[in-house]
């Protein structure tokens, strides 16, 4: 099966924030939550970058390392999910994750927040795929449809790409040669372990 990634270009963000709402409506998402977000980096200098931020399912996933009860696990597409019937919202999650994905549904003191919710990659959760009950705790099962995550279909730019790995890295790579130059695909070293060799 195909490794699924995230790539980010930070060359092509706009900050429109479509990723954002396309999430948040395509799962019903809870007022709070924001499973991807766009953040500028630099913002009013030279060198500013905006950058669509979200689970980017790691190879070597840290929230799956520190989760004491081994509620993450990893499809066959690579897709790091959680179940919310094991989570216990302690948090570790949250603090081991270096795009800060995991997030409480609440503000509240520990152990009123809730169980941690997160970017799913459109593949839903531990529940039998395109169920009522797998979309009420995950949301839309988009890749049991066949469909790609909708942050990436609404990206206008394109600046935001989900699919294949090798095929996702060499889109990137066409874009930094035909572009002469590129800040770099955002993430993707730290996510995978990997660069994307021009």
């Not at 979309?135 to 206008?156: Q, T, V």
């Not at 590129?182 to 060799?197: D, L, M, R």
Request: with cysteine.
């Amino acid at each position: 099966m195909a490794r699924m990634k995230f790539l980010c270009d930070a060359d092509r963000c706009i900050e429109c924030n479509a990723c954002v709402t396309a999430c948040k409506n395509e799962h019903e998402v809870p007022w709070g939550i924001n499973r991807r977000r766009v953040v500028t980096i630099n913002d009013g200098t030279p060198g500013e970058r905006s950058i669509s931020m979200a689970c980017m399912h790691c190879t070597d996933a840290p929230c799956a390392a520190v989760c004491p009860v081994d509620c993450f696990y990893t499809t066959a597409d690579a897709v790091v999910l959680h179940s919310k019937d094991l989570c216990i919202g302690c948090g570790y999650c949250f603090y081991a994750c270096p795009f800060g994905a995991p997030q409480y549904p609440r503000v509240g003191n520990f152990g009123s927040r809730g169980k941690m919710d997160k970017c799913t990659y459109c593949a839903g959760g531990p529940e039998a795929d395109v169920t009522m009950a797998e979309y009420e705790k995950y949301g839309a099962n988009r890749l049991a449809e066949g469909k790609l995550p909708i942050c990436a279909e609404m990206c206008s730019t394109k600046a935001l790409l989900a699919g294949d790995g090798e095929i996702i890295a060499e889109i990137y790579r066409e874009r930094v040669v035909t572009r002469g130059y590129g800040s770099g695909a955002w993430g993707w070293q730290t996510a995978y372990k990997e660069t994307v060799a021009i």
